[in-house]
Structures are given as C-alpha cells and as structure tokens.
C-alpha cells in the first residue's frame, strides 16, 4: 500500500515537471521497466533513491512523502 501511495506521487512529479520515464529513468540511472515498477507500486524505491529523485525533481523529500 505504502508503495503505491510513493509511486503515484513520484509519477505525480515527475509529469508535472514535463519529463517521461524513459527521459527520468535515464537521468536516474535506472531501468524504464524498474521506474514502471516503482511507479505502479509494485517496488519500493529505497531511501537513496528517494533523496535522488526529489533532488533531481526539485522538491523536498516531504513533498514525496505519502500522507
């Protein structure tokens, strides 16, 4: 559940800032189909990986945080 929550707000973020995943998992170093994965709620992104995003998204940490 909790990774779902992630996933969404991650996609969330990610397409309000104009990117697509294949463009966003490049920049991360990741995989379309892992970026998919997180995405969709089927894997949870570890914590580097959440430092990695927000800052390459541009918002904090908390921003990303599920309620």
């Known amino acids: 559940m909790e990774a779902e929550k992630w996933g969404r707000r991650i996609r969330a973020y990610r397409k309000l800032k104009g990117f697509t995943q294949e463009s966003f998992a490049k920049e991360l170093g990741l995989s379309v189909s892992i970026l998919g994965e997180i995405e969709r709620g089927n894997r949870m992104p570890d914590e580097r990986l959440i430092v990695k ?10 921003e990303l945080t599920p309620q």
């Open 53 to 62: 995003i927000a800052e390459f998204l541009g918002v904090e940490i908390d």
